[in-house]
């Protein structure tokens, strides 16, 4: 599966539109890109998923550039409830295999 | 409503000891996980389980094993606990049938463990 590299955190003030880019150089045709949310003391949680262009969801949206190579996870209008890690995952569909691969992910902290 | 619970959600029990962690789903749903989650490590996975009496090992299951034997439990257990086994563990599970969105996962509240 092909690794995913994204920053290690951001920050943000409330109200801003928070844009977090995550590159999969070695993605292949068919690999979709998850994003999870994990809040501090909770499981992740499922967000958003998208194979190519822009999917948006009542949460977040996700933007693919054609190459694939790169997604970029986008919450609009923050608040002091989204600060959390945000993780980009590459998964493979039809393997018959249902595992997630989680990096350390993104620690978004926003500010008042 | 479905969910997916575990316990205990905090333990400390010593090195040496054979522990066992609890995690039930009532979502019906045939895939089970168990990850834990390290400081500067992120997620991950212990062992996972496709179905009753299916389990397989993932990235660091040296040390655990876990059992399935119906669909809604799959107990995760240390052998032998040692200090390097102190985590956060967290069960999830996933629906596999055709058109459902089995790259979902949903997660429990996880488990603290201390090993001293």
């Known amino acids: 599966l092909a690794k995913t590299t994204q920053p290690i955190s951001m920050d943000s003030y409330e109200g801003q539109e928070v844009n977090i880019t995550c590159s999969h150089n070695?993605?292949?045709?068919?690999?979709?890109i998850t994003w999870y949310q994990q809040f501090p003391s909770q499981g992740p949680r499922f967000i958003i998923q998208?194979?190519?262009t822009k999917v948006t969801n009542e949460v977040a949206s996700l933007f693919i550039p054609a190459d694939r190579k790169s997604s970029t996870l986008s919450l609009p209008r923050v608040s002091l409830s989204d600060t959390a890690v945000y993780y980009c995952?590459?998964?493979?569909?039809?393997?018959?295999?249902?595992?997630?691969?989680f990096g350390k992910g993104t620690k978004l902290s926003v500010i008042p | 409503d479905a969910e997916i619970t575990q316990s205990p959600r905090h333990k400390i029990t010593e090195t040496g000891r054979q522990v066992t962690l609890a995690c039930h789903q009532t979502?019906?749903?045939?895939?089970m996980f168990w990850y834990r989650q390290d400081l500067g490590h992120g997620l991950r996975l212990i062992h996972y389980?496709?179905?009753?009496?299916?389990?397989n090992k993932g990235e660091v299951s040296d040390g655990y094993s876990v059992s399935r034997s119906n669909t809604e439990d799959l107990p995760l257990t240390l052998e032998s606990a040692a200090s390097s086994q102190t985590s956060v563990y967290f069960c999830?599970?996933?629906?596999?049938?055709?058109?459902?969105?089995?790259?979902?996962?949903?997660f429990g509240p996880g488990t603290r463990l201390t090993v001293t």
């Open positions: 998208g194979y190519k």
């Open positions: 995952l590459v998964r493979r569909s039809g393997a018959g295999s249902y595992q997630l691969t």
């Open positions: 389980s496709y179905g009753v009496q299916d389990t």
């Open positions: 070695n993605i292949a045709t068919n690999d979709y």
């Open positions: 999830a599970s996933s629906d596999r049938r055709t058109g459902t969105r089995s790259y979902e996962q949903y």
């Open positions: 979502w019906n749903h045939n895939n």
